[in-house]
């Protein structure tokens, strides 16, 4: 077990490395776009209303761990969700309309026989998949210290 320490601690380095990366284009990004563009003080507010109900949505418990779990195990049924991630079934049918209403699922039926329904990532929940993890990454490794 020993072994995979310095592997751990360089992938640390990585991940920490991409972030400052990462922040710093955003910061970069985000001059750009101040200097160039006139934005008010109204304009701003609404944005950050925008994110914050987008936040709010996915910081709702079971969004990110099941949108994590599509990731990983790509197209994967109710019932493989429900096992894996110990939801009830209520639970689950519930996140599972939200997540595809917003766009960040998709639900395709095979009408077999058997009936099987499988859910699978669109584009926007893999992108939030691939942006909320350094991000919970980066809080979890800053209120740490």
Same mark, same amino acid.
């Given at each position: 077990m020993d072994s995979q320490k310095p592997l751990k601690g360089e992938l640390h380095k990585l991940v920490e490395a991409r972030i400052k990366r990462t922040l710093k284009g955003v910061e970069d990004t985000l001059r750009h776009i101040m200097e160039k563009q006139e934005?008010?003080?109204?304009?701003?507010?609404?944005?950050?209303?925008?994110?914050?109900?987008?936040?709010?949505? @996915?910081?709702?418990?079971?969004?990110?761990?099941? @949108? =994590?779990? @599509?990731f990983l195990k790509g197209s994967t049924s109710f019932s493989e969700l429900k096992k894996i991630l110990g939801v009830n079934s209520r639970t689950l049918s519930d996140k599972l309309k939200m997540?595809?209403?917003?766009? =960040?699922?998709?639900?395709?039926?095979?009408?077999?026989?058997?009936?099987?329904?499988k859910y699978a990532l669109m584009t926007k929940g893999r992108n939030i998949v691939l942006?909320?993890?350094?991000?919970? =990454?980066?809080?979890?490794?800053?209120t740490s210290l």
């Open positions: 934005i008010s003080i109204e304009d701003l507010k609404e944005d950050m209303q925008s994110l914050e109900e987008s936040f709010n949505r @996915l910081s709702q418990k079971w969004n990110l761990e099941i @949108l =994590y779990t @599509l997540l595809k209403k917003y766009e =960040y699922i998709e639900r395709t039926v095979d009408f077999g026989p058997p009936l099987r329904v942006l909320a993890l350094p991000l919970l =990454y980066y809080s979890s490794s800053v």
